[in-house]
């Protein structure tokens, strides 16, 4: 799947704009705050119908402006894909798929798979399991309906059950304590077996991208922790911990309490690694991202790569121009304030490219 061109009106600090893209590659240069973070994060929302980030749609609405609409051309083969998104504060949000709304916005996820590398991305490190957990339900729903199903169900399930441990007004019904209980524990238990799938495929090539752009000189891990790890009937954690359930008024345990843990040389990388270090391992991780769902998708994802050389060593930014060069790699789209790695990536490419220049929102073809 590629994007042939995209119109924006009032999205963040993007007033207008219509541009053509390039198949392959497509650079974007300019100072910080100029707005080149946020024609990538609209790539991104006519994707997951959400933006990076997760602000509220009122605050993607360019100030002073009544509404912002986000329009996609894309193309996979002899497929066309025309997406429209339109969004005005107070009202529901517009989202269509060639002319024709979708009934609900889980329906569109998959079908323009992508990959997003983000300074933001720290979080996933530095931050709490929810990031982490985040991230790994955002993959998996890219190519597997049933699980982003599931996990809907989850979370409306778990959402009912904290609910009822809140009402201070009524006595808990522990019968239905018990239903909820083990439609949790049997939606639970598959979203344990396919997220655990997937870091067993997922973490050979996830330490196979951060050997080549390390050099080799370092060994990381990705260690998938859960409640539901070696336990053949999770109602018993449930009933185990309703009492205290009932005290603090929200369910403590499943697999909403899951974390993903990123180990560098078998210790926690939040607490010793370098920002060299933190920044290869999330550039590392996305770049197998990109792998895993091309290999289990109908398309190769879109590919952003959001100002990703800074804090890297030149050996380290040298191996990642050689990755994101390679063919099987499709279109890419990346952005920096140093326009030197910008014509580096561009020196080396066989293939057709396009560099834009940003500034106060407005980008021009160069």
Do not use: W
């Amino acid at each position: 799947m590629i994007i042939d061109r995209i119109s924006i009106l009032n999205f963040k600090n993007i007033e207008e704009a219509d541009l053509v893209f390039s198949p392959k590659m497509n650079c974007f240069f300019g100072n910080n705050g100029m707005g080149k973070t946020n024609l990538l994060d609209a790539l991104y929302y006519l994707s997951f119908t959400k933006n990076y980030t997760n602000l509220p749609d009122s605050q993607l609405v360019k100030h002073g402006t009544d509404f912002c609409v986000l329009q996609g051309f894309y193309r996979d083969g002899e497929a066309e894909e025309e997406i429209y998104c339109g969004i005005k504060p107070g009202s529901r949000k517009v989202f269509r798929r060639n002319r024709k709304e979708y009934s609900r916005m889980s329906e569109h996820i998959g079908l323009i798979p992508l990959v997003m590398v983000s300074p933001a991305d720290v979080s996933l490190i530095q931050g709490g399991s929810e990031e982490r957990r985040r991230f790994v339900d955002m993959v998996v729903s890219q190519y597997d309906k049933d699980y982003l199903r599931r996990l809907i169900h989850y979370n409306k399930i778990l959402q009912q059950r904290n609910s009822m441990l809140r009402d201070n007004l009524k006595p808990v019904d522990d019968s239905l304590l018990d239903i909820l209980d083990e439609q949790l524990s049997e939606t639970g238990k598959v979203i344990h077996e396919k997220r655990k799938e997937f870091i067993e495929s997922f973490l050979p090539v996830f330490r196979e991208y951060y050997s080549r752009i390390s050099n080799g000189g370092e060994q990381v891990d990705l260690r998938y922790e859960s409640q539901f790890a070696d336990i053949s009937d999770p109602r018993a954690l449930f009933s185990s911990r309703r009492e205290r359930d009932k005290l603090l008024g929200y369910t403590s345990a499943g697999v909403h309490k899951d974390d993903f843990l990123f180990l560098l040389d078998d210790f926690l990388l939040r607490k010793t690694g370098s920002q060299g270090q933190n920044k290869t391992c999330l550039i590392a991780l996305k770049l197998a991202q990109f792998e895993h769902l091309a290999r289990l998708g109908q398309t190769a994802p879109l590919l952003l790569l959001d100002d990703i050389f800074d804090k890297l060593d030149a050996g380290r930014v040298e191996q990642i121009i050689a990755l994101v060069a390679r063919p099987e790699f499709g279109q890419i789209f990346i952005t920096d304030t140093n326009r030197k790695y910008l014509d580096e990536i561009l020196a080396g490419m066989k293939h057709d490219y396009r560099l834009f220049h940003v500034e106060n929102g407005k980008t021009g073809l160069l």
